[in-house]
C-alpha cells in the first residue's frame, strides 16, 4: 500500500514539472507584451523587458522561473496589481475560492445522495420524479446561468439573500454562490445513486438481508449506503473538477474575491503571469484531488487494495 | 420603604433620569456619512509613480494632494501649494507649501510636515531609470521638466532634477520651455508628493502603498482598509486635512464589480449611491432625476495603415473620405451605446481644455464637413477614389478589441449597406493583440481609442507626429512636424493664445487628409441616488473627486 | 423469533381447515412479467441492442429532440429572410412576434416597460419571431446559427477524440509493456492537466475561430476514450477469437482493427454521446469568458454570454432561446447517452 501511494506521489511530482513547462512553453507564446503596449515608446518598452528579465534566452529563463517556483515565487502581477507578488495576490483569495468550492461540494454531495436515495427507496412515487426533475434541470444549465436567476430572482427580487459577496458577512453572502455552484453536483450525485441504489436493492445480498429480517433504515444504511458510498466517490473526483470551471463566472457575477474571478480578470486583462500561475494552482489541486481519491478508493474497496497489490 | 430609604431611591432615579437624558443629547450628534461607489475593474496600483490607469488615480487622489489640485469644473486649483511664483520667461515656478500640511499614518497620527522634499523626492523617483515608470514620459516629454530626459537616460544624476528644495517649504521647478498648461499638470498622480524616510520604512517600492498601514494620507480622506487586488476596500474622513471642515463624507467605501448589471441591482437595492449603466438601461431611466450624463475624455476613430501596399485604396484620401461619410454616427450613439456617448467628427475632444480664452477648445476650433455644405456625397468621393485608383471593389478587414465588436460590427454594416462594393471583414481581437498588431504595422484599419494624460490638445495632436510611437498609420506630413514642434517647445511655446490657433491648424491639416476617421466620443451615464449630490467627474486623470460630496 | 411449538401448530391449524384460496393471497415479490412468449432465440448483437433502444421512451424522445433541434438548425437559418449578422439598428430590442400566434401575449411584439415597439414605430408588416437583439438582428436566425455552429464544433471536437483516443488506446493495449508503459505515462500527464486550463491558454495563444476551438476542446477529450479501448483490448486480446485470427495469419493492424473493434464500439458510441454536451458546455463557458467565437459569428453560448451582459435587466426575452436550446441539447444528450449504455449492455439481458 505505501509503495503504491509513494509511486503514485512521484508520478504527481513529475507531472507538475511537466506542466510547468508546458504553462512556461505557452506563456513565452502569448501575443503582445505584459505592459501597457499603448503608452510606451519602443525605448521604454526595452527597458521594462530589460528590467523584468524578459529579454533573456528561454532556457535561461523557464530555470530562473522552477527555481522561484520551488520557493514559492510566482513572480509578479503587471497589470492586476502593478508589482504585487502573485503570491501575495493568490493568498487570501484561495482560501475564499476553497472555502466556497468546498461548501457547494459537501451541500451538493449530501443533498444529491439524499435525493437520490430517496428517490430509489420510493421508486415510482412522487419523490422519484421529482428528484428525476431536479437531476434533468441540474444537468442541463450551466451554473453562471442558475446564479444569473438567483440573484435576479431571489437576491433582488426577493431580497432574502445579499446580491453580493461580502467579507462582513462570510457565510449569508456565500449561500447564493454555493447555490449555483452545486446544481449541477447535486443532479449528477442524484442520479447516479438513484441507479446505483436501484441497482443494489435489487441485488441478492439485500435479498438475503431482507429475507433474514432486517428492514427499513437498518437494512438501508448498513447495506445499501455503504456499498454505494464507492461508486459515488469515484464519480465525486470530476465534478469537483467542474466546479473549478463553474467558480469562474460565478465568482465575477458575485463579486467573490476568489482565484476563479482573479483567473477571469487575468485573462481579460492579459496579464499572463497570474494567468500561468492560477493555471499552475488549479493543475496542483487536481492532481491532489485525484491522488486523494485514489487513494481513498484503495482505502474503502478492498478488493481494489488487493488488485493493486497483485 | 422608610423616608430615609425612599429618599435616596429617588435620588438614584433622578440622576439616572438626568444621565439618560444627556447621553441621549450626545447620541444625537453621530450618525456617519456612507458613500458607497463601485468600480469597473480592481486598483492596479496604489504608488502614485507606478499606477497608470483611471481607477487607482481616481482612489490615490482621495487621500493624497499634490501641488495643485482640481476644482468641479476642471480648473487647476492651489492645494499644498499655498502660493506659486512664475517667472517671465515661465521656465521656472517657484511654489510655497502650506504650512498646516501634514502627512498622516493610517492611525490618525500625524507623522511629519508635508515640505518640498516630499516632491523631489517624489518627482525624482518618477523620472528615475531604476523605477522605470510608464508614465516616466511625463517628466521628459510633457511637463518639459530640465534634465529629465537625461536623468532617465542615467547620464545624469537625480539631484540634477529641474526640481530642488530651497528650504522646508518653498520648492523650485524648472522646465525648458513654457509649458501653458502646467498647473493642470500638477494634480496628475505621478507628480504627488512621497515622504522619503516613511517610503523607505515600509519597504520601499515594493511596501508602499500596499496596505493602510503602509501609506499616507495628506489629503481629505485616507485609508481604512486595502489590500492588492481587493475586491472591496474603504477609506474614511482624515481629520488633519487642512480643509477637513468642507469634507462632508466619513468614510468611502469601494467594491468591485465587473459586471454592470450586477452594479445597477446593487444600486436600485441602496447598496450603491452610484451605478454606471448603458444601453437599454439609460432609456428606460433616462427621465429619472438620478440620471446624469457626462462625457469623458475617450476618442473612438479608425485608424487606417497609410503604408498598406496590398491596399492601396486606404492611401487615397478621397476613399477615407467616403468612408468616413458613410458611418452614421448618430445612429450608433443613439441606439447602440444610449451612454451619453457624442458623435464625433473632430480629432480633439470636447470639454477637453480650456484655451486663453476661457473656452473650451472646441468651442472654437473648426467643424469639418466633408460633404461641403450638401455638395458632395459620399458617392462623389467614392466615384472620384475608383477613378484614380482604376479599382472599382475593394475588400478590407477591420480590426478592433472584442469589447468594441458591437460597435466595428454596425461600421461594417454601414460601410457595406452604402458601399455594396466594399466588403468588410470584422477582425475581433483580445486587445493586447490589437495594440501589438498595430505596433507591427500588421493591420489595414482598426478601430481604437485613445484616451487624454493630460488637459490639453496636444495630448491628441502629438500622435500624428512622423515618428511617434503611437502613429500606428504612419502619416508623415513636415508642415504638421513644423506646427507641433513650435507649440511644445518652438516659436509658439511661449505666446499661449498663437499656441492655441496654431493648435487648430495641426488639428485642421489632420481632418483635412483624413487622417483618422473620427467616431465617437465616449460619455458616461450614471445613475446617482437622490441623497447624493457633489460628486465631480474629470475626463482626464481623475475620473471623479468625492472631496465635496453632500449626503443628505 | 417464534418458538418451533408454536409455528408447527400455527400451520398445523391452516392444514386442517377448509381453505379457499383468494386473489390476494399470494402476490408476486418482484418479477411478476409471465415470460411467456418471448422470443429468446439468438439474436443479432445490434438487433437487440435496439430493441431495447427503442423500449427505453425517454431515450427515444431525447432522440427525437435532438433529431428536430438538428434540422432547425440545419434549416431555420433560411426559413426567414434575416441574415444573421444583418445589423438593423433602427430594429434594436423588438420583442418577439409570430405571425398568427399573436393572440398569444408573449408573442404579440409587447413587453413590460417599453410596450410594443412594433406599433411605436409603424413597423406593423415586420415580424422578429424571437424578438431581435441590440443591434437589431433577428435572434430565431441567429440562434440556429448559433446552434449550427455549437454543434459542429463539438461533433468535430468528439469525432476526432473517438478516432485518437481509440487508436491510442487499442495500440497501447494491444502492445503491452514498455509500448503501453510510455504511452500510458504520457496520457497520464496529459490527464493532469484540467481541460478548463488547457482551453483557456490555448485560446489565448492561439487566433481565435472556430478551428482553434476545435482544436483546444480536442486536446484533453480522447483520455476517455483511450482508458476505454485499453480496458477492453487488455480484456479481449487474450480471448480464444482472437487467436483464432492470428493463427489464421492475421496481422497486428487487421486483428487490432477488425476483430477487436467492432466489440467496443458501443461503449465507444455511449462515451461519445456522453462527451458532446461537454463539449457544447466547455465553449460556451468561453464565450462567457471571453475566449469564445469571435462576432460576429455566434454560437449558443456567446449568444447567452451576449444577452446577459447586455439586456438581461431591461429585455429578458432575448436570453430565453439560445438557453433553451442549450438545455434542451445537454439533456437530451444526456438521456440518449444513458438509454444508449443500457441498451447496450449485456447484463442487463433478461433470461
Avoid at chain 1, 513547462?21 to 518598452?45: Q, T
Wanted: hydrophobic share 45%; charged share 20%.
Amino acid at each position: 500500500m505505501t509503495k503504491y501511494i509513494l509511486k503514485r506521489i512521484g508520478m504527481a511530482i513529475l507531472t507538475l514539472i511537466v506542466i510547468l513547462f508546458l504553462l512556461f512553453i505557452l506563456l513565452k507564446l502569448m501575443p503582445g507584451s505584459p505592459f501597457n503596449d499603448e503608452k510606451l515608446s519602443v525605448d521604454a518598452r526595452a527597458a521594462l523587458y530589460a528590467k523584468y528579465g524578459l529579454d533573456q534566452p528561454i532556457y535561461v529563463q523557464f530555470f530562473k522561473y522552477l527555481i522561484n517556483v520551488i520557493q514559492g515565487d510566482f513572480g509578479v502581477s503587471y497589470n492586476i496589481s502593478k508589482n504585487t507578488a502573485i503570491t501575495v495576490l493568490i493568498g487570501n483569495r484561495l482560501w475564499t475560492s476553497i472555502r466556497i468550492g468546498f461548501q457547494a461540494v459537501t451541500f451538493g454531495a449530501i443533498v444529491g445522495f439524499l435525493l437520490g436515495t430517496v428517490a430509489a427507496i420510493k421508486h415510482n412515487t412522487i419523490w422519484d420524479s421529482l428528484c428525476t426533475l431536479i437531476s434533468v434541470i441540474g444537468v442541463s444549465i450551466p451554473s453562471y446561468v442558475f446564479a444569473m436567476f438567483l440573484i435576479y430572482y431571489v437576491a433582488f427580487k426577493g431580497g432574502v439573500f445579499p446580491l453580493s459577496y461580502s467579507e462582513s458577512d462570510p457565510f449569508g453572502s456565500s449561500i447564493l454562490p454555493t447555490l449555483s455552484l452545486s446544481m449541477f453536483t447535486i443532479a449528477s450525485i442524484a442520479r447516479f445513486t438513484r441507479s446505483e441504489m436501484l441497482e443494489i436493492l435489487d441485488s441478492d445480498y439485500m435479498l438475503l438481508a431482507e429475507s433474514k429480517g432486517m428492514y427499513g433504515a437498518k437494512l438501508i444504511f448498513r447495506h445499501a449506503i455503504r456499498n454505494t458510498l464507492i461508486p459515488v466517490i469515484t464519480v465525486l473526483a470530476p465534478l469537483i473538477v467542474g466546479l473549478m470551471t463553474g467558480s469562474l463566472v460565478v465568482e465575477k457575477l458575485f463579486s467573490i474575491p476568489g482565484i476563479g474571478s482573479l483567473l477571469v480578470t487575468a485573462i481579460q486583462s492579459n496579464d499572463y503571469n497570474v494567468v500561468i500561475a492560477l493555471s499552475f494552482i488549479y493543475s496542483l489541486m487536481y492532481i491532489v484531488i485525484m491522488l486523494v481519491v485514489d487513494i481513498l478508493y484503495g482505502v474503502i474497496d478492498p478488493r481494489i487494495r488487493v488488485a493493486k497489490e497483485a | 420603604m422608610n423616608k430615609t430609604m425612599r429618599k435616596s431611591f429617588l435620588a438614584v432615579v433622578s440622576i439616572a433620569a438626568v444621565a439618560t437624558i444627556a447621553s441621549c443629547g450626545e447620541q444625537e450628534t453621530t450618525t456617519s456619512k456612507y458613500l458607497n461607489v463601485s468600480i469597473n475593474t480592481g486598483v492596479e496600483s496604489l504608488d502614485t509613480q507606478v499606477a497608470t490607469d483611471g481607477t487607482s488615480f481616481e482612489v490615490m487622489a482621495n487621500y493624497i494632494e499634490g501641488l495643485y489640485r482640481v476644482d468641479g469644473d476642471g480648473n487647476a486649483v492651489l492645494g499644498m501649494a499655498k502660493s506659486v511664483d512664475k517667472s517671465t520667461d515661465g521656465k521656472t515656478y517657484t511654489f510655497t507649501i502650506r504650512d498646516d500640511a501634514y502627512w498622516y499614518t493610517s492611525d490618525g497620527k500625524q507623522y511629519a510636515p508635508v515640505t518640498a522634499q516630499d516632491f523631489v523626492f517624489g518627482w525624482q523617483r518618477g523620472d528615475s531609470p531604476e523605477l522605470q515608470s510608464e508614465y516616466q514620459f511625463m517628466f521628459t516629454d510633457v511637463a518639459l521638466v530640465k534634465n529629465a530626459a537625461d536623468v532617465y537616460a542615467g547620464t545624469k544624476a537625480l539631484s540634477e532634477l529641474g526640481i530642488t528644495a530651497t528650504d522646508d517649504k518653498t520648492l523650485k521647478v524648472e522646465i525648458d520651455s513654457p509649458v501653458s498648461f502646467f498647473e493642470k499638470l500638477m494634480y496628475f498622480p505621478t507628480f504627488y508628493p512621497v515622504n522619503q524616510k516613511f517610503f523607505e520604512s515600509v519597504g520601499g517600492t515594493d511596501g508602499y502603498g500596499t496596505s493602510p498601514e503602509k501609506s499616507l494620507s495628506n489629503g481629505p480622506f485616507m485609508l481604512e482598509s486595502y489590500a492588492p487586488s481587493a475586491v472591496s476596500f474603504s477609506l474614511k474622513k482624515n481629520s488633519g486635512y487642512y480643509d477637513a471642515s468642507k469634507v462632508a463624507i466619513d468614510e468611502v467605501n469601494y467594491k468591485v464589480y465587473q459586471e454592470d448589471s450586477t452594479a445597477y441591482l446593487a444600486y436600485k437595492n441602496g447598496d450603491l449611491d452610484i451605478a454606471p449603466i448603458s444601453g437599454e438601461l439609460v432609456d428606460s431611466n433616462k427621465s429619472s432625476s438620478e440620471f446624469h450624463s457626462v462625457e469623458a475624455g475617450y476618442l473612438w476613430y479608425i485608424s487606417l495603415n497609410l503604408q498598406d501596399t496590398a491596399h492601396p485604396e486606404i492611401a487615397n484620401e478621397d476613399f477615407r473620405k467616403a468612408i468616413n461619410l458613410a458611418i452614421d454616427r448618430q445612429a450608433i450613439c443613439d441606439t447602440l451605446l444610449k451612454d451619453g456617448s457624442v458623435a464625433a467628427e473632430y480629432a480633439v475632444p470636447e470639454q477637453l481644455a480650456t484655451g486663453p480664452d476661457g473656452k473650451d477648445y472646441r468651442e472654437t476650433a473648426s467643424t469639418y464637413d466633408y460633404t461641403e455644405g450638401g455638395t458632395k456625397t459620399a458617392k462623389d468621393y467614392m466615384d472620384a477614389a475608383k477613378k484614380t485608383l482604376g479599382k472599382s471593389t475593394f475588400s478590407l478587414a477591420l480590426e478592433c478589441d472584442n469589447e468594441a465588436s458591437s460597435v466595428a460590427e454596425m461600421i461594417q454594416a454601414q460601410i457595406q449597406s452604402t458601399f455594396p462594393e466594399i466588403t468588410i471583414t470584422l477582425n475581433p481581437k483580445v486587445k493586447k493583440q490589437r495594440v501589438a498588431d498595430m505596433q507591427n504595422g500588421d493591420f489595414e484599419i482598426c478601430l481604437t481609442r485613445w484616451g487624454p494624460d493630460y488637459a490639453d490638445p496636444m495630448t491628441y495632436l502629438g500622435m500624428w507626429k512622423t515618428g511617434n510611437s503611437n502613429n500606428y498609420g504612419l502619416w508623415s506630413n513636415a508642415k504638421y512636424d513644423q506646427l507641433i514642434d513650435d507649440c511644445t517647445d518652438g516659436a509658439y511655446a511661449t505666446d499661449t493664445t498663437a499656441r492655441w490657433a496654431h493648435l487648430k491648424e495641426a488639428e485642421d491639416i489632420v481632418m483635412d487628409e483624413a487622417v483618422i476617421i473620427p467616431v465617437y466620443q465616449k460619455g458616461d451615464s450614471y445613475l446617482i441616488s437622490d441623497s447624493t449630490t457633489g460628486i465631480e467627474f474629470h475626463s482626464v486623470a481623475l475620473n471623479r473627486v468625492f472631496r465635496n460630496v453632500t449626503k443628505k | 423469533m417464534k418458538k418451533k411449538k408454536d409455528i408447527k401448530s400455527a400451520t398445523s391449524e391452516l392444514t386442517y381447515k377448509n381453505y379457499t384460496p383468494k386473489a390476494g393471497d399470494f402476490d408476486f415479490l418482484k418479477n411478476n412479467e409471465t415470460e411467456v412468449d418471448k422470443n429468446y432465440s439468438s439474436q443479432n448483437y445490434w438487433k437487440d441492442t435496439l430493441t431495447r433502444f427503442f423500449k427505453n421512451k425517454m431515450a427515444v424522445i431525447a432522440l427525437v429532440v435532438i433529431l428536430i433541434i438538428v434540422l432547425l438548425a440545419i434549416f431555420g437559418p433560411m426559413m426567414n429572410s434575416y441574415a444573421y449578422d444583418e445589423v438593423n439598428s433602427s430594429e434594436a430590442n423588438f420583442a418577439p412576434r409570430i405571425p398568427g400566434l399573436e393572440w398569444l401575449p408573449m408573442f404579440d411584439g409587447s413587453e413590460d416597460v417599453f410596450g410594443n415597439k412594433y406599433e411605436l414605430t409603424g413597423k406593423l408588416d415586420v415580424y422578429y419571431w424571437f424578438g431581435s437583439d441590440h443591434l437589431g438582428r433577428d435572434i430565431w436566425t441567429r440562434t440556429w446559427q448559433g446552434t449550427r455552429i455549437s454543434l459542429i464544433i463539438s461533433l468535430f471536437a468528439v469525432a476526432i477524440d473517438m478516432v485518437i483516443g481509440m487508436s491510442y488506446g487499442l495500440i497501447s493495449g494491444f502492445f503491452g509493456g514498455k509500448v503501453d508503459s510510455i504511452m500510458s505515462r504520457f496520457e497520464e500527464i496529459i490527464n493532469s492537466i484540467p481541460t478548463l486550463v488547457i482551453v483557456t491558454l490555448l485560446m489565448m495563444v492561439l487566433k481565435p475561430g472556430l478551428g482553434t476551438i476545435i482544436v483546444a476542446l480536442m486536446i484533453t477529450g480522447w483520455i476517455g476514450m483511450s482508458r476505454i479501448s485499453r480496458a477492453q483490448m487488455f480484456k479481449l486480446k487474450e480471448q480464444e477469437f482472437v487467436l483464432v485470427s492470428r493463427t489464421l495469419g492475421a496481422g497486428n493492424m487487421r486483428l487490432i482493427f477488425k476483430d477487436i473493434l467492432p466489440n467496443i464500439i458501443g461503449q465507444l458510441i455511449t462515451n461519445t454521446m456522453f462527451s458532446i454536451p461537454n463539449a457544447i458546455f466547455t465553449e460556451a463557458f468561453l464565450s462567457f469568458v471571453g475566449l469564445g467565437i469571435p462576432a460576429p459569428e455566434a454560437s449558443l453560448g456567446s449568444l447567452i454570454s451576449d444577452a446577459y451582459s447586455k439586456s438581461f435587466l431591461t429585455h429578458p426575452y432575448q436570453i430565453l432561446p439560445p438557453l433553451i436550446v442549450l438545455g434542451l441539447l445537454m439533456l437530451s444528450f444526456n438521456i440518449l447517452a444513458d438509454g444508449l449504455r443500457d441498451a447496450l449492455d449485456p447484463r442487463l439481458k433478461q433470461v
